[in-house]
């Protein structure tokens, strides 16, 4: 295995543990566990330790992603596209027994007070995820301060209901959420 494989692995199973269990849950003995890889290994990777592991997982999922709404918004933020969206979190908590949230969301409702780097992440990763929404948006004829507003909302139902279905252990809250998303941007055309 090479340095880059490891690096990328510590990075995935980091992604992976932040999503279940937030910023400080997020164990250095969990991540070696997971990883296979002796602590030595994971500081030769990340000199900075755990809040350097936790923001470059952070932001590295976050620009993943933001490619795939890219291009899930391709044609502009359709009833299509937002169902496919919301369905993407309500799969990925199905498949995990409603464990895995959202690798940016739940590391962000930690206190990350003593992080600064991680909340520094978290907040970067938001708004690079808002970037393909306002896009989208935009090349619907939206003005870009009504576009930063509508991707805003978008994101704050989507977070908002991955915490719900977590909760409730339900995938309903982003089935709702996502109708209700597409309705609103159907009534502000």
Do not use: W
């Amino acid at each position: 295995m090479t340095g880059a494989d490891s690096r990328a692995r510590i990075q995935h199973e980091a992604a992976e543990l932040l999503s279940r269990d937030g910023y400080n849950g997020m164990g250095l003995k969990a991540l070696s566990e997971a990883t296979g890889l002796p602590f030595g290994s994971i500081y030769h990777h990340f000199p900075g330790g755990k809040d350097e592991i936790a923001a470059t997982a952070i932001v590295e999922t976050a620009e993943a992603i933001a490619q795939l709404l890219d291009a899930l918004l391709a044609d502009g933020v359709t009833e299509d596209a937002i169902g496919r969206m919301f369905g993407f979190m309500a799969d990925r908590l199905d498949a995990t027994d409603f464990v895995a949230g959202c690798v940016v969301g739940t590391p962000a409702l930690d206190d990350s007070t003593p992080a600064p780097l991680v909340r520094g992440a978290c907040a970067s990763s938001f708004e690079r995820l808002s970037e393909p929404i306002v896009a989208a948006f935009v090349r619907e004829g939206r003005s870009p301060g009504d576009a930063r507003v509508m991707a805003s909302t978008l994101l704050a139902a989507y977070e908002g209901a991955t915490v719900l279905a977590r909760a409730q252990r339900s995938r309903e809250p982003l089935d709702d959420a996502a109708a209700s998303m597409s309705r609103l941007v159907a009534l502000t055309r």
